[in-house]
Every structure is written in C-alpha cells, then in structure tokens.
C-alpha cells in the first residue's frame, strides 16, 4: 500500500471520529481549518514549490 493511501485512509478515519465526537459544523471547520492553516504557515518558496508539484501531478 502506497504512503498517500495511507494517508487517505488515515484521513477518512480521523474525519469519521471527529463527525461522531463533534457537531457536524465543527467537525467540518477542523477538516477543513488544519490543511488551510498548515498550507498558509508555508512560506512563498514552499507555496511555490507545492503548487509546482500539483500540476505535475496532474499532467499540466
């Protein structure tokens, strides 16, 4: 099994307790409120670098 299908699965799992422990809008500001905060603590080069590898990824 691949690292980013371990992550996903990982990710599903924490997503599903965090819906059963929490209301359903604080569940959701937390799934989405991390990744945002992580990818705005990245400086301009890392952004850069990131968004560069995304569209590698896709082909583009």
């Known amino acids: 099994m691949s690292t980013q299908a371990k992550v996903a699965i990982g990710g599903v799992a924490v997503g599903v307790i ?7 809008w604080a569940a959701v500001l937390v799934m989405v409120g991390i990744p ?3 990818y705005l603590a990245l400086d301009p080069s890392q ?7 995304r ?6």
């Open 18 to 24: 965090l819906l059963w422990l929490l209301p359903f």
């Open 36 to 38: 945002a905060a992580a």
């Open 47 to 53: 952004r850069r670098r990131l968004r560069r590898v």
């Open 55 to 60: 569209r590698k990824q896709l082909g583009g």
